[in-house]
């Protein structure tokens, strides 16, 4: 049973638009969410982290927000880049877990120039 | 900037040889993790460390071992390789705490013919 999901495979979006991308989850434990990014070929880069504690976390282009009683999380980039074109997976971390972290499958973003 | 390296980057193996998969941190992190990548089913846990000659079993640690003699160093096993343990596998690492991303490496595609 997948406890994060990713269901949307894949998203197109406009350079210069907003790329939306989204993520759910149903283990309540979890109080830890971050969001990856990764090229072919490499390993997955950290890009941005929220605790459950909080509602939204800001960093330059990227927004994470969250919404713990829909167990929903998203990832705002704006404006999109070509380079922003990457596979991006959502995870989560529960607490008591010795850090570990659950994945979801990853949506591949490809922004049009 | 923490780096974590991985033996090899392709790897090609004959269905029932032993494998080893050596992974290196050089950031003096407790944690350690290996991955493996698969289309559409995102990233699952095989096997963590969280301290020297610790482990644990992750999402699918069957057909795996693991190995973890010093701080910085943590080596999956596959015993007697299978076709369906082709996929990319990717190692991790992090310190201690609460919100502490996790540092991958490239990655290594391993093929079992």
């Known amino acids: 049973d997948q406890q994060v999901k990713q269901n949307s495979p894949s998203l197109s979006v406009q350079e210069g638009r907003i790329s939306i991308l989204n993520c759910d989850y149903t283990?309540?434990?979890?109080?830890?969410f971050l969001w990856y990014k990764k090229y072919p070929a490499e390993g997955p880069t950290f890009l941005i982290s929220?605790?459950?504690?909080?509602d939204k976390n800001e960093d330059g282009r990227f927004t994470v927000f969250l919404n713990k009683s829909a167990k929903h999380l998203s990832l705002h980039i704006v404006p999109s880049q070509p380079g922003d074109s990457a596979v991006y997976f959502c995870?989560?971390?529960?607490?008591?877990?010795?850090?570990?972290?659950?994945f979801g499958s990853g949506t591949q973003l490809t922004v049009l120039p | 900037d923490v780096k974590v390296t991985q033996s090899s980057r392709y790897l090609v193996k004959r269905t029932g040889e032993k494998v080893f998969l050596e992974c290196v941190q050089d950031?003096?992190?407790?944690?350690m993790f290996w991955y493996r990548q698969d289309p559409g089913l995102g990233l699952r846990l095989i096997y963590f460390s969280y301290d020297v000659k610790m482990k644990e079993k992750g999402d699918i640690p069957e057909g795996y071992s693991v190995s973890r003699e010093k701080k910085e160093r943590f080596s999956l096993i596959l015993e007697s390789a299978s076709t369906n343990q082709t996929s990319m596998y990717l190692c991790?690492?992090?310190?201690?705490?609460?919100?502490?991303?996790?540092?991958f490496g490239p990655g290594t595609r391993l093929t079992v013919t």
């Open positions: 950031m003096d992190h407790e944690n």
């Open positions: 995870a989560a971390m529960r607490r008591g877990s010795a850090r570990q972290l659950t």
């Open positions: 283990n309540s434990m979890f109080d830890y």
């Open positions: 929220i605790s459950s504690i909080k």
């Open positions: 991790a690492s992090s310190s201690r705490g609460l919100g502490q991303e996790q540092y």
